[in-house]
């Protein structure tokens, strides 16, 4: 659900982020899991994409992608984000196409450069040293295969006689850009409709959207999509949702919940929300909730108390 703001700006769209939950054989079960998203006022689900992650976990982001815009009409679907050094463009391309067609103006792709897991890169093939340069070339090639426009392209990584993509997405996929630094900076100024961050405090997303508008405009385009993507814990009482979130994180990344204690947030969706204003102050408009509860239905409903109470200060 996208509000607008007492001040006629763009209001904000808070979602969840959900893989394992939804990617399951029961489709009444999936189907029950989006129809809550959507009644909690929640207006997209972003999903995550690897190929053969830290020992061969993962799953494929356009095709999760796929079981939303499938399973709902309504809901969004955020990649947040796709491996795209490791796929050819072209495909890539085909495959937003498609998604398109039977969900239009749904989907937001975002993408990034990975690398965490250096054998993930290896194993597809791709020299890690090169995936940012690859990653900038498929970005470019994306951006123009989107218009549906014949291209000729000879690249450092690809070579393409006439390549088109039919039909053209319309609306069009926003495209948008994962990473920190001075390279997301500038990758998002030149090929991205938006940033979306992650694992930042609030005053290093407000500097971050600052710089992105600033080099989007010496190259004479605009940049408007900002988002945030933040685990959360939650719970009626703050106890237990910090020792929920501890657990999924120290789970997941094998570190001591305490590392990420500042750029996490956990309580009741008052705290939560708490949390999450400084961020929205600073400009973010896209909130994806990585949420750890005592169900995923405990925690879609407690995420939207946590839209609501943010949608009241705005």
Excluded at 21 to 29: N, T, V
Excluded at 150 to 161: A, K, N, S
Aim: charged share 25%; aromatic share 4%.
């Amino acid at each position: 659900m996208t509000t607008r703001s007492s001040r006629g700006e763009p209001g904000l769209e808070v979602g969840v982020a959900l893989n394992d939950e939804l990617l399951i054989a029961d489709g009444a079960k999936r189907r029950e899991i989006l129809n809550h998203i959507a009644e909690a006022g929640l207006g997209h689900v972003t999903v995550g994409d690897h190929i053969s992650f830290h020992g061969g976990a993962g799953f494929d982001g356009m095709v999760a992608a796929t079981s939303i815009l499938a399973g709902h009409d309504s809901l969004r679907a955020v990649i947040g984000v796709y491996q795209l050094a490791l796929r050819h463009p072209m495909v890539a391309a085909r495959q937003m196409a498609t998604l398109s067609q039977i969900a239009p103006g749904r989907l937001v792709f975002g993408a990034g450069a990975g690398g965490e897991d250096r054998l993930e890169v290896v194993n597809a093939g791709i020299d890690p040293a090169t995936r940012g340069r690859r990653l900038d070339e498929s970005l470019g090639l994306l951006r123009r295969l989107a218009d549906g426009e014949p291209i000729e392209h000879e690249g450092e990584f690809f070579r393409l006689r006439d390549a088109r993509i039919l039909p053209a997405p319309v609306p069009r996929v926003p495209m948008v850009i994962g990473g920190s630094g001075d390279v997301a900076v500038r990758r998002t100024a030149e090929h991205g409709d938006g940033w979306m961050g992650i694992f930042c405090s609030a005053r290093r997303f407000g500097a971050t959207a600052g710089k992105i508008r600033a080099a989007a405009a010496e190259r004479g385009r605009e940049v408007s999509w900002f988002g945030l993507s933040m685990w959360v814990g939650l719970g009626r009482d703050d106890s237990t949702a910090r020792r929920l979130l501890g657990e999924r994180m120290q789970a997941l990344y094998n570190l001591p919940p305490e590392k990420f204690r500042h750029l996490t947030a956990a309580g009741t969706p008052a705290t939560v929300a708490a949390a999450l204003q400084p961020y929205v102050d600073a400009g973010a408009r896209h909130l994806t909730l990585v949420v750890a509860a005592e169900s995923v239905h405990d925690g879609i409903e407690m995420a939207g108390e946590v839209r609501g109470l943010l949608d009241g200060r705005c």
